[in-house]
């Protein structure tokens, strides 16, 4: 059974960071491009960012590039988001979500699984 668990949400103010977590089991964590995405209250699931099998190649949505980071540990099959100068427009459920398409500016209909998200609240 595979499961996709993120950890990490919390409130933070303005100008903060945070680090989101998704710990995969389940599935061979080394052949599964990695994503994560986001939903603001009365707003679609967005992209947020992605990164490709190994780690090389990664991809960000245009309102977060240059503040977050996407990474992953296949060793610990774990990918992270490192979030920085945070702002309020980034209160949202952030998910991880898994997919076999190759790495890219990814849509939530292609992703194959899904965790449960975790919230971040960002204060002004």
């Known amino acids: 059974q595979v499961q996709l668990v993120e950890s990490g949400g919390g409130l933070v103010q303005a100008g903060g960071s945070l680090r989101l977590s998704c710990a995969a089991s389940g599935l061979p964590f080394t052949t599964w491009t990695m994503g994560w995405f986001r939903q603001a209250p009365g707003k679609d699931r967005e992209f947020v960012a992605a990164i490709n099998l190994s780690g090389a190649m990664t991809y960000y949505a245009d309102s977060v590039k240059g503040r977050f980071t996407i990474s992953r540990d296949n060793a610990k099959n774990t990918a992270y988001l490192q979030m920085n100068i945070l702002n309020p427009e980034d209160t949202a459920v952030y998910y991880c979500?898994?997919?076999?398409?190759?790495?890219?500016?990814?849509?939530?209909?292609?992703?194959?699984?899904w965790g449960k998200g975790t919230l971040v609240t960002v204060s002004s």
């Open positions: 979500a898994a997919t076999r398409k190759v790495a890219g500016v990814l849509t939530h209909y292609t992703m194959d699984f």
